[in-house]
Protein backbone atom coordinates (compact mmCIF):
# COMPACT_ATOMS: atom_id res chain seq x y z
CA UNK A 1 0.00 0.00 0.00
CA UNK A 2 0.77 3.51 -0.92
CA UNK A 3 0.90 6.31 1.73
CA UNK A 4 1.09 10.02 -0.09
CA UNK A 5 1.94 12.50 2.65
CA UNK A 6 -0.98 14.97 3.73
CA UNK A 7 1.39 17.77 2.82
CA UNK A 8 1.15 17.96 -0.72
CA UNK A 9 3.36 19.03 -3.57
CA UNK A 10 4.02 22.77 -1.77
CA UNK A 11 4.95 21.48 1.41
CA UNK A 12 8.08 23.01 2.49
CA UNK A 13 11.68 21.41 2.54
CA UNK A 14 12.95 18.26 1.03
CA UNK A 15 10.51 15.92 0.05
CA UNK A 16 11.31 12.72 1.63
CA UNK A 17 10.06 8.87 0.44
CA UNK A 18 9.91 6.48 3.11
CA UNK A 19 10.40 2.77 1.50
CA UNK A 20 9.93 0.28 4.52
CA UNK A 21 7.56 -2.98 4.37
CA UNK A 22 7.69 -3.66 8.22
CA UNK A 23 4.75 -1.16 9.26
CA UNK A 24 5.49 -0.03 12.45
CA UNK A 25 9.02 1.21 11.51
CA UNK A 26 7.68 2.66 8.14
CA UNK A 27 5.50 4.54 10.59
CA UNK A 28 8.10 5.62 12.58
CA UNK A 29 10.96 6.49 9.73
CA UNK A 30 7.93 8.97 8.82
CA UNK A 31 7.20 10.65 11.96
CA UNK A 32 11.25 11.26 12.59
CA UNK A 33 11.17 12.92 8.96
CA UNK A 34 8.11 14.81 9.46
CA UNK A 35 9.67 16.44 12.59
CA UNK A 36 13.07 17.28 10.74
CA UNK A 37 13.62 20.96 9.94
CA UNK A 38 13.55 21.28 6.10
CA UNK A 39 12.38 18.31 5.25
CA UNK A 40 9.49 16.79 4.67
CA UNK A 41 7.26 13.29 3.93
CA UNK A 42 6.30 12.95 0.35
CA UNK A 43 4.62 9.44 0.95
CA UNK A 44 5.35 5.88 2.13
CA UNK A 45 5.79 2.60 0.30
CA UNK A 46 6.33 -1.02 1.64
CA UNK A 47 7.98 -2.47 -1.81
CA UNK A 48 9.89 -1.49 -4.77
CA UNK A 49 7.60 -1.71 -7.45
CA UNK A 50 5.56 1.11 -5.09
CA UNK A 51 8.77 3.11 -4.94
CA UNK A 52 9.29 3.24 -8.35
CA UNK A 53 5.92 4.04 -9.15
CA UNK A 54 6.00 6.37 -6.50
CA UNK A 55 8.75 8.23 -7.86
CA UNK A 56 7.99 8.05 -11.40
CA UNK A 57 4.74 9.74 -10.42
CA UNK A 58 6.00 12.89 -8.51
CA UNK A 59 8.89 12.98 -11.23
CA UNK A 60 5.79 13.62 -13.72
CA UNK A 61 3.98 16.31 -11.87
CA UNK A 62 7.03 18.29 -11.63
CA UNK A 63 7.75 17.32 -7.73
CA UNK A 64 10.95 14.74 -8.23
CA UNK A 65 11.25 13.43 -4.18
CA UNK A 66 14.92 14.51 -2.96
CA UNK A 67 15.79 12.15 -0.62
CA UNK A 68 14.31 7.75 -0.10
CA UNK A 69 14.69 5.99 2.90
CA UNK A 70 15.48 2.99 1.13
CA UNK A 71 15.31 -0.34 3.66
CA UNK A 72 17.04 -3.36 1.19
CA UNK A 73 15.28 -6.16 2.05
CA UNK A 74 11.49 -5.68 0.34
CA UNK A 75 9.55 -8.32 -0.09
CA UNK A 76 9.39 -7.86 -4.01
CA UNK A 77 13.03 -7.54 -4.12
CA UNK A 78 16.28 -6.40 -3.10
CA UNK A 79 17.22 -2.18 -2.07
CA UNK A 80 20.28 -2.19 -3.97
CA UNK A 81 18.84 -3.00 -7.82
CA UNK A 82 16.04 -0.58 -6.72
CA UNK A 83 18.64 1.65 -7.22
CA UNK A 84 20.21 0.45 -9.92
CA UNK A 85 16.90 0.80 -11.61
CA UNK A 86 16.19 3.97 -10.77
CA UNK A 87 19.44 5.76 -11.93
CA UNK A 88 19.14 3.18 -15.48
CA UNK A 89 15.54 5.00 -15.29
CA UNK A 90 17.27 8.75 -14.97
CA UNK A 91 15.73 8.99 -11.36
CA UNK A 92 17.83 11.33 -9.41
CA UNK A 93 17.04 10.69 -5.64
CA UNK A 94 19.70 10.55 -3.11
CA UNK A 95 19.49 7.63 -1.23
CA UNK A 96 20.28 7.06 2.83
CA UNK A 97 20.32 2.59 3.07
CA UNK A 98 18.35 2.04 6.26
CA UNK A 99 18.79 -1.74 7.25
CA UNK A 100 19.97 -4.27 9.72
CA UNK A 101 22.29 -5.88 6.95
CA UNK A 102 25.76 -5.37 8.23
CA UNK A 103 27.69 -7.32 5.97
CA UNK A 104 30.59 -5.09 4.62
CA UNK A 105 30.38 -6.14 1.16
CA UNK A 106 26.91 -5.04 1.30
CA UNK A 107 28.06 -1.42 2.39
CA UNK A 108 30.56 -1.19 -0.19
CA UNK A 109 27.79 -2.78 -2.96
CA UNK A 110 25.97 0.59 -1.55
CA UNK A 111 28.52 2.87 -2.25
CA UNK A 112 28.74 1.58 -5.62
CA UNK A 113 25.13 1.83 -6.04
CA UNK A 114 25.23 5.53 -5.42
CA UNK A 115 24.12 5.23 -1.85
CA UNK A 116 24.97 8.51 -0.29
CA UNK A 117 24.65 7.43 3.61
CA UNK A 118 24.34 3.78 5.57
CA UNK A 119 21.85 3.74 9.01
CA UNK A 120 22.11 0.66 10.56
CA UNK A 121 18.88 -0.69 12.55
CA UNK A 122 17.88 -0.31 15.17
CA UNK A 123 18.66 3.51 15.28
CA UNK A 124 17.64 6.29 17.47
CA UNK A 125 16.05 9.87 16.46
CA UNK A 126 18.46 11.25 17.02
CA UNK A 127 20.69 9.43 15.00
CA UNK A 128 18.44 9.94 11.84
CA UNK A 129 18.04 13.54 12.90
CA UNK A 130 22.16 13.71 12.66
CA UNK A 131 22.11 12.02 9.29
CA UNK A 132 19.46 14.39 7.56
CA UNK A 133 21.26 17.31 8.71
CA UNK A 134 24.40 16.52 7.00
CA UNK A 135 22.78 15.84 4.43
CA UNK A 136 20.56 19.30 4.05
CA UNK A 137 23.94 20.84 4.74
CA UNK A 138 25.69 18.73 1.52
CA UNK A 139 22.66 19.53 -0.57
CA UNK A 140 22.77 23.71 0.54
CA UNK A 141 26.39 23.13 -0.05
CA UNK A 142 26.00 21.84 -4.09
CA UNK A 143 22.87 24.13 -4.26
CA UNK A 144 24.87 26.80 -5.81
CA UNK A 145 25.28 27.34 -9.12
CA UNK A 146 28.79 27.62 -11.14
CA UNK A 147 31.75 26.19 -10.85
CA UNK A 148 34.00 24.94 -7.67
CA UNK A 149 36.33 27.30 -6.77
CA UNK A 150 38.78 23.72 -6.37
CA UNK A 151 39.03 20.56 -4.83
CA UNK A 152 38.78 22.00 -1.08
CA UNK A 153 35.10 22.92 -1.84
CA UNK A 154 34.44 19.66 -3.34
CA UNK A 155 36.10 17.73 -0.63
CA UNK A 156 34.19 19.98 1.91
CA UNK A 157 30.90 18.98 0.14
CA UNK A 158 31.46 15.10 0.53
CA UNK A 159 33.03 15.47 3.98
CA UNK A 160 29.50 17.09 4.95
CA UNK A 161 27.74 13.28 4.48
CA UNK A 162 30.80 11.63 6.56
CA UNK A 163 29.62 11.31 10.42
CA UNK A 164 32.75 12.46 12.29
CA UNK A 165 34.75 9.47 13.64
CA UNK A 166 33.92 9.17 17.67
CA UNK A 167 36.12 9.89 19.96
CA UNK A 168 36.40 7.06 22.79
CA UNK A 169 33.27 7.32 25.65
CA UNK A 170 34.14 7.82 29.39
CA UNK A 171 34.62 4.19 31.05
CA UNK A 172 31.13 2.58 31.41
CA UNK A 173 29.24 4.32 28.70
CA UNK A 174 28.37 3.35 25.62
CA UNK A 175 27.95 4.67 21.96
CA UNK A 176 23.84 3.31 21.79
CA UNK A 177 22.80 4.12 25.38
CA UNK A 178 24.68 7.82 25.05
CA UNK A 179 22.50 8.12 21.49
CA UNK A 180 19.03 6.58 23.63
CA UNK A 181 19.46 9.38 26.44
CA UNK A 182 20.63 12.19 24.40
CA UNK A 183 17.33 11.73 21.87
CA UNK A 184 14.91 11.49 25.17
CA UNK A 185 16.73 14.88 26.09
CA UNK A 186 16.09 16.41 22.64
CA UNK A 187 12.45 15.57 21.95
CA UNK A 188 11.44 16.87 25.95
CA UNK A 189 9.49 19.76 25.72
CA UNK A 190 11.13 21.51 29.17
CA UNK A 191 14.08 20.02 31.02
CA UNK A 192 14.22 16.41 32.30
CA UNK A 193 15.48 14.96 35.69
CA UNK A 194 17.89 12.25 35.82
CA UNK A 195 14.81 9.90 36.80
CA UNK A 196 12.44 10.91 34.29
CA UNK A 197 15.06 10.85 31.81
CA UNK A 198 15.75 7.21 32.54
CA UNK A 199 12.42 6.21 32.47
CA UNK A 200 11.56 7.33 28.98
CA UNK A 201 15.47 5.99 27.93
CA UNK A 202 14.63 2.53 29.70
CA UNK A 203 18.07 2.82 31.90
CA UNK A 204 18.00 3.40 36.01
CA UNK A 205 17.90 7.00 37.09
CA UNK A 206 21.89 6.41 38.24
CA UNK A 207 22.57 5.25 34.65
CA UNK A 208 20.49 8.09 32.93
CA UNK A 209 22.84 11.08 35.19
CA UNK A 210 25.85 9.42 34.27
CA UNK A 211 24.62 9.99 30.18
CA UNK A 212 23.37 13.38 31.14
CA UNK A 213 26.44 14.72 33.05
CA UNK A 214 28.20 13.67 29.90
CA UNK A 215 26.35 15.45 27.63
CA UNK A 216 26.96 18.36 30.11
CA UNK A 217 30.30 17.50 29.89
CA UNK A 218 30.46 17.96 26.09
CA UNK A 219 28.32 20.86 25.89
CA UNK A 220 25.15 19.07 24.41
CA UNK A 221 22.97 19.59 27.55
CA UNK A 222 22.50 22.07 30.71
CA UNK A 223 22.17 21.38 33.78
CA UNK A 224 20.10 23.74 36.64
CA UNK A 225 18.69 23.01 39.82
CA UNK A 226 14.64 22.51 40.41
CA UNK A 227 13.08 23.83 43.08
CA UNK A 228 10.05 22.17 44.77
CA UNK A 229 7.84 22.54 47.93
CA UNK A 230 10.04 21.10 50.31
CA UNK A 231 13.33 19.24 50.26
CA UNK A 232 16.64 19.92 48.33
CA UNK A 233 16.25 20.93 44.39
CA UNK A 234 16.25 18.64 41.75
CA UNK A 235 18.80 18.67 38.76
CA UNK A 236 16.99 19.42 36.21
CA UNK A 237 18.73 18.64 32.22
CA UNK A 238 17.39 20.38 28.84
CA UNK A 239 19.18 19.87 25.49
CA UNK A 240 21.09 22.51 23.95
CA UNK A 241 23.41 21.01 21.20
CA UNK A 242 22.18 21.38 17.36
CA UNK A 243 23.77 18.32 16.19
CA UNK A 244 24.10 14.44 17.13
CA UNK A 245 26.45 12.98 19.70
CA UNK A 246 28.54 11.77 17.36
CA UNK A 247 32.07 13.40 17.30
CA UNK A 248 31.28 14.87 20.63
CA UNK A 249 32.31 12.36 23.01
CA UNK A 250 35.30 11.57 24.93
Not at 29 to 53: I, K, M, N, Q, W
Not at 58 to 77: F, K, M
Not at 95 to 121: E, N
Not at 174 to 193: H, K, Q, Y
Amino acid sequence: MTRASGAGASAPGIPVLIVEDDPVAAAAHTLYVEREPGFHAAGTVHSCADALRFLERARAAGTPVGLTLLDLYLPDGHGLQLCRTLRAAGHTTDVIAVTSARDLAMVRQAVSAGVVQYLLKPFSAAALHDRLERYARYRDSLGRTGEATGQDEVDQAFALLRTPERSTLPKGLSAPTLDTVAGVLREAATGLSAAAAGAAAGVSRITARRYLEHLVDTGLAAREPQYGNVGRPELCYRWKGDGSTAGRRG
